[in-house]
């Protein structure tokens, strides 16, 4: 699993938090990764096949095999730039909250909060240079939030880094 797949589950995973508490949040990791094993679920072969579909089945399920081993391999990833991101969420939007100039966690669009706290702790937390973590960021943004979101959070981890 790349880096941007670890990154596109974690953003997943930190959105909620706009909606749970930080607890809440990782009590419900085991059934994440739960719901993740079910979505790339083994397909169940047909008892009556040709022989060309029966090998385009085996090729699919080899696949699918293939994602549920990249998850499982990737889940002490997630789970340690989940926890680092929560176990510092008060520094991390304390950071946001000085840098966003008449704007506050609390009034950003959930999207752009996740996407930023993943970009600090990165920043503050990681060895990754800004430029990597900027365009992480910003690919998160054109994904996942608004058309105004990757100018947005561009120009915030800009602000922050010149500080740092």
């Known amino acids: ?8 589950h974690v953003f997943k995973i930190l959105f909620q938090l706009k909606f749970f508490s930080v607890k809440q949040v990782k009590d419900k990791l085991d059934l994440y990764f739960t719901c993740q094993d079910l979505v790339i679920e083994e397909p169940k072969r047909p008892e009556y096949q040709e022989k060309e579909e029966a090998e ?16 499982e ?5 997630i789970l340690e730039f989940v926890n680092g991101v929560t176990d510092h969420l008060t520094e991390i939007d304390d950071v946001l909250n000085k840098y966003m100039k008449g704007w506050k ?15 600090v702790y990165e920043m503050l937390y990681s060895d990754l240079s800004i430029k990597i ?5 910003v690919e998160l943004a054109k994904n996942y939030s608004t058309d105004e979101s990757p100018s947005f959070v561009n120009a915030i981890i800009g602000q922050i880094h010149k500080s740092l």
Do not use: C, G, H, Y
């Open 133 to 137: 973590i900027a365009n992480e960021a």
């Open 105 to 119: 966690t609390t009034r950003i669009p959930s999207a752009d909060l996740a996407i930023l706290r993943m970009a």
């Open 73 to 77: 391999d990737s889940k002490k990833q």
């Open 56 to 71: 385009k089945f085996d090729e699919e399920l080899k696949k699918t095999l293939k994602e549920i081993a990249k998850l």
């Open 1 to 8: 699993m790349t880096r941007k797949d670890v990154r596109s």
